[in-house]
């Protein structure tokens, strides 16, 4: 009998097609092992992913963005949308590490059939996490989620990476974290497309508010929204058409998320409308096969150098008897991948 | 005449050497632009290195790395070694990052002749900057100077690269952090060399140090160090023969800093006399070569498929015409690349 076997990807594919949260989470711990069965896996699905729009939440610790994740989520789920959830920050409490009872705030998420939360592993170099991510990016969208939202950490430069990996990134501050905070603006600037002031109800917010306002070059302006009361800025400047808008929000009462999640889809519009997407898609894309390349590239050197010459190489550059420069020339050699 | 002309990387290294700090920052900053220029001079200064001592001092923002390295570096001048400071955290007051009153506090460093400073651009991606960190190492290393100290702000994952950098790695904590500091840990605990509590003198430093030891499975203890009273812990249990010790500090005074200076040279020692320096120059070399490998890889792949075939292949897998597995196999077919 062969039902008992371990399922074939193609088998985990059909069942996890079909809703089966075991076989879905089976395909993405292959993914995120990244073997010989991560790439059928892959090589599999690409063909059916490109639809979901992806969200990259981002903040430092303390701003309540995994709560903001949550209620983003709760907020799509009304509009009839199906969400995943990607965290790939330590301190999330998708992933364990955060007090009871924001887990138990998040509970109802968990039960619904229309969303999937997966927490990454903290192990290895963030080069290999921000790839793993995108694999599993990658699985969820050609699973049929509408939106999938990526929680990281931010703090300085943790945040360029997940640029490259969404369509639309969220900022997140929160009043009260000290000074740093205006520290770490100069690089994200860059990244944001929308920014959100988080825990707006708590002293201090106003100035959370103007600083950022000041560091976009805004004057403060109050703006109606949906008829709703909270207040909205959205900036004259802007680069490339789009005017990264500041939002308040109170994640734990929801209050501020629906906006929030208007602006999320206006950007997706806007990306689409401006021919902004296609130039992402391939930003994407040429990140993927660059890091699949420069994979498959040092496997075939490695065939090709003969056995324990690599590691040799290896100690004779630690113990500077060679430079790695002449070392890579002197491995090049050897798998007769010279410059022509 | 000639003498107005760019100094050539010989003339740099040779004005470098001779304590020329204009000369120095222009070689690090040739190694920062990874140019064709990077590559002389890295290759001319690589057999100089090796001699350094490297010490990776990271922690959340907020925990006041900033002002212990300072201290650091203060006591290292009494004892008559001079340092290289990296910064690669963008909240650093060494990168301009923080308020005035820090930076006043590490003026006198500035103008000393041991000491030099840089603060590491911010730009790019985590993997980038990692790579650039490790080749400003080896300018400092090469140049002679006895420590380098490299502050990198930690959450979470972005610890886990200083490991590899670094032959010893200091993490930091401090009271009143809030409860992200209790999650963050598990990763940390494998990277640690030596836990530092700084604030020491702040409300919940006891707090913070219990919840430490905790973490790493021991009961408190005290010890006297030196015949001071700071309270040092010296862990029983030890994985590969080094117990991480946790000290307190409040860096703004110097507490506590000859202390954790004295165990870094401890850590040192034990890396030599265990054969755990070789180990860890071995991985450091294996780092290099890598990286130096896979762009020399991708180069040559690069210059054998035909002009615009990249950029096509590309655009056909941003377009799920084909999936990047197969655009690699494509790639690799046409730079003449494939398995034997």
Redesign the interface.
Known sequence: MNTRSAPSVEELITAALAGDRRALARLITIVENDGEQA?AV??RL??H??RAHIVGITG???TGKSTLVNAMAREYRQRGMTVGIIA????SPFSG???LGDRVRMKDLVGDPGVYIRSMA??????G??RATDDVVLVLDAMGFDRILIET?G????E??IA?SAHTVIVVEAPGL???IQ??K??VLEIADIFVVNKADREGADRTFMALQTMLGLGPRTVRHHGRAMRVDMPEGTHEGWRPPIFKTVATRGEGVPELVDAVEQHRHFLEESGEM?RR??E???H???H???D???A??L??VPEGNFEA???R??A?EI??????EH??HEAA?E??
Chains 1, 2 share one sequence.
């Open positions: 790439r892959l090589q690409y063909p992913t490109g430092a610790p303390g790939i920050d330590p301190t590490g955060a007090l903290t192990r290895g170099s963030l080069g996490l921000a950490v703090v300085g430069q943790a360029v990476d490259s000290g000074d740093d520290a770490i100069a690089g296609a898609e391939s994407r894309a040429a993927l096969l660059d699949i390349l420069r498959a590239l040092m075939r050197l065939e090709r190489t290896v100690e550059v630690a500077r430079d790695p420069y002449a070392a890579v491995l090049m991948l410059a022509e």
